[in-house]
């Protein structure tokens, strides 16, 4: 039976800027052809056991011809597989989309169009520049900065002149001397405004300003790289008024953040919302136990009242113990047995099973919740911790000093550490391309150390939850920042606080 091959449209970069469809559809694929210019933290979207094929092109390097990716995207349609060619900006503007699809209609292979958010129009709008505006101009024309395979422009550059609209050339940076020449000789003002902008949407965006006559020079001066696109018109005077993505207060921060793969990141949301660039890569997978003998006695312990307090050290830990509960009961098991939770997201991951807990700590770490409860118990209670099978020893060595409590430590879930498949993460930090990395638990700081094996971790800032976090961390060798409570919001201050301090040394 043959597959199917949906075009899709990456965005610019900003996996904000990706569509609601195209991350639907990516979330689906069994088999991704994506280019460079596709941003990490979309990349980051691509399902754990997806096939995964790089078609990059960047400066004149290519990894496949057009016509090897056509050809791949017809195979693997026949295949029976669902494809996603997943593009930088849209499928179709500038992105030969059209002629990938020449093949899959030859043979007949289904296929949809996903469009993306262009560059063209995005990274000016991340920078002040908004293309359009009555006052300065009626039109707005994407031209391609690509010559033919002669070295010579299909650009009437005469036609655009007179258009007197804002022009943006995309994949234009080594042709840059030839378009100002060409746009000068056809006699445009010299002194019109013109901007070259770099990397656009991600934290590492920058923009050139100068003119017509001087692009070309100011460009050579500040060393102006690729990908970048260039725009010229009045418009580009409005940057310095417009300009907004620069004053969030993480703009132009780049922040790795580790997290359980089944877990969504409220944390990266918040992150973003700030203005930083968030790489969110899955450090550790948590997975049931094999053998549930023991964790199935204990539940059928807790059905006929044999515990008296139920304690939970983590979101996954909560629900790999429910989902267990359930299978061979219902909630009345829990009888008359008090929750705890080690802290705020372990609470959330109770109330959606309709149970809130008697107990947090104030300070959400093992050893304050051990010591804490075992003065909250009755003196002969009886205590069971569902939990990894490598646990913290502090929280039960805490709850040994109370009076005569039986604890049951029963190991619910094994910590696994994995790795992105498509994502250079040794590369991003020996590069200087991340600069913190954000940790949850110690768990993740180990499933990151796996990750990426034999890096120098003196080169990464780690921001961490806590003190036990933290010292995994320094245990390593990372600088590290530790958060004033043991909550995201809190772990975001102290973030914004080490981006202001690194940027006052350097």
């Known amino acids: 039976m043959a597959g199917k091959v949906w075009l899709v449209g990456a965005g610019p970069g900003d996996v904000g800027l990706m569509t609601l469809k195209g991350r639907e559809v990516l979330s689906q694929a069994e088999v991704v052809v994506y280019d460079a210019l596709v941003g990490d933290g979309v990349l980051g979207l691509i399902p754990e056991n997806a096939k995964l094929i790089f078609a990059g092109k960047r400066s004149g390097n290519h990894f496949l011809r057009q016509e090897e990716t056509n050809r791949v995207l017809l195979e693997e349609a026949l295949a029976g597989k669902r494809v996603v060619r997943l593009k930088g900006g849209d499928p179709f503007v500038f992105g030969r989309g059209g002629e990938e699809l020449e093949l899959l209609v030859e043979h007949g292979v289904p296929f949809e169009i996903v469009p993306g958010v262009t560059s063209a129009f995005a990274v000016p709008a991340y920078n002040g520049i908004p293309v359009t505006h009555r006052d300065f101009c009626s039109s707005v024309h994407i ?16 036609a655009l002149v007179h258009t007197r609209g804002t022009l943006i050339f995309l994949m234009g940076i080594a042709a840059l001397p030839d378009l100002m020449n060409g746009l000068l000789a056809a006699g445009m003002d010299p002194e019109l405004p013109a901007a070259v902008l770099e990397r656009g949407t991600t934290s590492k965006q920058r923009r050139v300003s100068a003119t017509v006559g001087t692009l070309e020079r100011v460009c050579s001066e500040t060393m102006i790289q690729t990908p970048a696109i260039i725009v010229v018109g009045k ?3 409005l940057a310095d008024t417009f300009g907004w993505a620069e004053k969030r207060p993480l703009a132009g921060v780049r922040v790795l953040v580790t997290r359980p793969r089944e877990l969504v990141s409220t944390l990266a949301d918040m992150l973003r919302e700030k203005g930083a660039e968030v790489l969110e890569l899955p450090a550790i997978r948590t997975v049931p136990v094999k053998d549930m003998t023991n964790v199935d006695a204990a539940i059928e312990r807790l059905s006929g009242g044999g515990y008296d307090w139920l304690v939970f050290t983590s979101p996954s830990g909560v629900s790999i113990f429910f989902d267990r509960l359930l299978a061979l009961h219902d909630l009345r098991a829990l009888g008359g047995v008090k929750l705890a939770a080690i802290g705020q997201g372990t609470q959330k991951a109770l109330l959606k099973y309709g149970l809130r807990a008697d107990f947090l700590p104030s300070v959400y770490d093992g050893e304050t919740l051990g010591r804490e409860l075992r003065e909250a118990c009755a003196p002969g ?15 039960i060595e805490e709850l040994e000093k109370g009076q005569n409590l039986t604890i049951t430590d029963v190991a619910t879930y094994d910590t696994e550490y994995t790795t992105s498949n498509v994502i250079d993460e040794r590369g991003e930090i020996e590069q200087g391309e991340i600069d913190f990395a954000v940790f949850t638990s110690a768990s993740t700081v180990r499933g990151f150390a796996a990750a990426v094996k034999d890096v120098d971790f003196t080169k990464v800032n780690a921001v961490c939850i806590g003190r036990q976090t933290a010292a995994e961390a320094q245990k390593r060798g990372m600088r590290t920042w530790i958060s004033e409570k043991a909550t995201l919001e809190s772990l975001v201050r102290r973030l914004e606080e080490a981006a202001r301090e690194l940027k006052d040394e350097r």
């Open 143 to 158: 031209i391609t900065g690509h010559r033919r395979a002669d070295h010579s422009y299909d650009i009437d550059f005469d």
């Open 235 to 237: 418009v580009c005077g």
């Open 381 to 395: 209670s009886r205590v069971l911790i569902p939990r990894a099978a490598i646990g913290n020893r502090e929280l």
